[in-house]
């Protein structure tokens, strides 16, 4: 009796080391899996999903900036040139309403086509998933939904260069700026992104005082009398 009580308490010991034993290779296993997702995997992802947005957001940029500049938009538009009596140049004006105004409508146009990155998930080759950044461009596409949120910015930018005697060429970039945080199925980046875009451009006739010469920002010569 006592024997096959032995027996029978070593075999619940042994059953008991065997659960232990499973539940601490399956942890292991785990943490395992989970470091080589976090150090291999997942920077692969990440790179290929940022170089995906990046082109994506190019070409909304780009878009916004060539749908807001075909609205008849020229350089008499957005800046006005005021000379005095004898015809030398007193003040060079930005036009503030039409520079807000075209500002607004890329910001709102480059954000509706950045929202449309969540409609159509990002493809990642399969090699991807192996950690391997030799195998990373192989492999069939895995579609992976993404979740994108940020903000657009835009402002425009001034330049005066020299065109001969007594005449400067004034030229006008818009540049526009957007921060996209991205969730991914493993980690939320976020991506920083700016893009300038030669709007137009004019040959002023007579000498510029050198006030407005060291400005950048367009909308800083606002009601500026040199």
């Given at each position: 009796?006592?024997?096959?009580?032995?027996?029978?308490?070593?075999?619940?010991?042994?059953?008991?080391?065997?659960?232990?034993?499973?539940?601490?290779?399956?942890?292991?296993?785990?943490?395992?899996?989970?470091?080589?997702?976090?150090?291999?995997?997942?920077?692969?992802?990440?790179?290929?999903?940022?170089?995906?947005?990046?082109?994506?957001?190019?070409?909304?940029?780009?878009?916004?900036?060539?749908e807001s500049m075909n609205q008849n938009i020229n350089y008499d538009d957005l800046v006005?040139?005021?000379?005095?009596?004898?015809?030398?140049?007193?003040?060079?004006?930005?036009?503030?309403?039409?520079?807000?105004?075209?500002?607004?409508?890329?910001?709102?146009?480059?954000?509706?086509?950045?929202?449309?990155?969540?409609?159509?998930?990002?493809?990642?080759?399969?090699?991807?998933?192996?950690?391997?950044?030799?195998?990373?461009?192989?492999?069939?596409?895995?579609?992976?939904?993404?979740?994108?949120?940020?903000?657009?910015?835009?402002?425009?930018?001034?330049?005066?260069?020299?065109?001969?005697?007594?005449?400067?060429?004034?030229?006008?970039?818009?540049d526009v700026s957007t921060i996209i945080n991205v969730v991914l199925p493993f980690k939320?980046?976020?991506?920083?992104?700016?893009?300038?875009?030669?709007?137009c451009e004019s040959i002023i006739i007579g000498e510029i005082p050198e006030t407005y010469?060291?400005?950048?920002?367009?909308?800083?010569?606002?009601?500026?009398?040199?």
């Open positions: 009796m006592c024997a096959f009580y032995n027996v029978k308490k070593n075999r619940k010991t042994r059953v008991k080391r065997k659960i232990a034993l499973f539940f601490v290779l399956t942890i292991a296993i785990f943490a395992i899996f989970s470091v080589y997702i976090k150090l291999l995997v997942t920077p692969l992802i990440v790179e290929t999903s940022k170089s995906q947005i990046k082109v994506h957001a190019t070409k909304s940029m780009n878009y916004a900036i060539t006005h040139i005021i000379t005095d009596s004898s015809g030398k140049i007193s003040m060079i004006q930005a036009n503030s309403i039409k520079i807000n105004n075209v500002s607004m409508m890329i910001e709102r146009i480059t954000l509706a086509h950045l929202l449309e990155i969540s409609r159509n998930p990002i493809q990642i080759p399969l090699g991807a998933f192996t950690g391997v950044s030799l195998f990373s461009g192989f492999g069939p596409p895995v579609m992976v939904e993404i979740y994108p949120y940020g903000e657009v910015t835009c402002k425009f930018l001034s330049q005066f260069l020299s065109a001969g005697i007594n005449q400067t060429q004034h030229k006008i970039y818009v939320t980046i976020s991506i920083s992104m700016s893009n300038q875009v030669l709007v010469l060291t400005l950048n920002n367009l909308t800083e010569m606002l009601d500026l009398v040199p």
